[in-house]
């Protein structure tokens, strides 16, 4: 029997949690799983998406440590879940430097393998191009989900931009009752999307607060990092998305196949955009794959 994905209540308690602080003074929350001082043995990281948090990798990080022995770190992208905005202004270039801190924080030593979904595959993507030394390094796989190496802005429409630019510049509220499940699953969700799933990333969204939302709305819209892409020459790379995914369509992960050579493209029928929801086995898998090889490589 599949395992449930466990509810927000449901959290497993980490080994360690830190509070790292990014270069512009950002506090990101920081839960390790599975601390380990060997620099030998390879450490997921994993990066959440937009209006997320953490909590969005639950699904696929209960069954990594379930079946894997192997660490996995999970974190709060600024300005969501638990962890502070600072005083810079979003870009997806400043979220790879985030991601960059938290590396070096929490796993200054041995091999990684990333995961990124949506603003988090593209956050892995800016730490590639403006971290190269360690990304090159270090990194021995990456699983790109529901995610785009750029060219979001052709998909705005007017009146959503105008929401947006109103919203990142509201007080610093969260989003609360404006977010709704059928919003909610309409917009994220593909065919047969469970209940709970639908609300737990409804409850993830409600939380995330309003100029959080409009302010990296914007940033996803000048988000380029095709160049970065030349950086994952060499390194395995999965990318997975959902034939049904309404945010990031199937022709961004097919552009980000075309620029990283060798990587793998996974198109998943009837399912959408939370593919660590709806698939979570199909990303742990790719996950693992690359855990393993690192294994064997260090081995």
């Excluded at 300005?79 to 270039?93: D, K, N, Q």
């Excluded at 409850?203 to 000048?222: K, N, R, S, W």
């Amino acid at each position: 029997m599949t395992p449930q994905a466990p509810a927000l209540s449901q959290q497993p308690q980490p080994d360690r949690e830190l509070r790292v602080e990014a270069s512009d003074g950002a506090l990101l929350r920081v839960l390790d799983y599975g601390e380990d001082d060997d620099p030998g043995r390879p450490t997921v990281v994993l990066a959440h998406g937009w209006t997320l948090s953490h909590r969005s990798w639950l699904p696929v990080l209960e069954r990594l440590r379930t079946q894997l022995d192997v660490r996995v770190v999970v974190y709060d992208q600024r300005g969501h879940g638990s962890s502070t905005p600072g005083p810079t202004s979003p870009s997806v270039r400043v979220l790879g430097d985030d991601l960059a801190a938290v590396v070096s924080a929490a796993v200054p030593r041995g091999p990684l393998v990333l995961g990124g979904h949506s603003m988090g595959g593209m956050s892995v993507l800016a730490y590639a191009g403006r971290h190269r030394r360690s990304f090159r390094s270090r990194v021995r796989g990456t699983v790109l989900v529901s995610t785009a190496a750029g060219d979001l802005s052709v998909r705005r429409s007017a009146p959503e931009a105008f929401v947006m630019q109103a919203l990142a510049r509201m007080p610093r509220l969260p989003a609360g009752r404006a977010v709704s499940l059928f919003g909610q699953q309409h917009l994220l969700f593909g065919e047969g999307a469970r209940a709970e799933d639908v609300a737990a990333t409804r409850e993830q969204v409600a939380a995330t607060h309003l100029p959080t939302i409009g302010q990296f709305y914007a940033a996803l819209g000048d988000h380029d990092e095709q160049e970065a892409t030349a950086q994952f020459r060499g390194i395995p790379t999965d990318i997975i998305v959902g034939a049904k995914d309404r945010l990031t369509p199937v022709h961004h992960s097919e552009r980000l196949h075309e620029l990283i050579k060798g990587s793998e493209l996974t198109v998943l029928p009837r399912l959408g955009h939370m593919l660590t929801y709806e698939a979570p086995e199909v990303v742990t898998k790719a996950l693992a794959s690359h855990v393993h090889a690192a294994q064997s490589q260090s081995g």
